[in-house]
């Protein structure tokens, strides 16, 4: 109580410009928590870009992996042979039987 006996003193001392005081010391504090909570949040958003940069690294070697894997498997069949990149539409088939004798695997129907 006597706490606020002497806000209420100080007030009437100091008078309009007291009063301007006060509220802008509360302004001050509630923006110092704010941005406590946004500089928190800031770092959180950071930590998780790195992880997902990490993540896209990783996905990114896996599938390069993929790909020579795919390449160097296509490249052991002696009737087929890859030109270029390894795309679909640069696989080449060499074999050339009739279409009763082979049966064409999934990466080469779009090619025979």
């Known amino acids: ?3 606020l006996s002497a806000f209420a003193a100080f007030l009437k001392a100091s008078g309009p410009y007291g009063f301007v005081v006060c509220l802008g010391y ?3 504090r509630i ?3 704010k941005d406590v909570v946004l500089r928190e949040l800031f770092d959180r958003v950071a930590e998780m870009g790195e992880r997902q940069t ?3 690294v990783k996905m990114e070697a896996a599938l390069v992996a993929l790909k020579v894997a795919c390449s160097f498997c296509l ?3 002696p009737w087929f042979k890859v030109s ?3 795309t679909p539409d640069r696989l080449v088939n060499t074999r050339h039987l009739p279409a009763s004798t082979c049966s064409p695997m999934p990466c080469q129907r779009a090619t025979l």
């Open 54 to 56: 990490e993540a896209t």
């Open 75 to 77: 490249s052991s069949i």
């Open 84 to 86: 270029g990149d390894f």
């Open 26 to 28: 509360a302004l001050w």
């Open 1 to 3: 109580m006597e706490e």
């Open 31 to 33: 923006n110092e928590r």
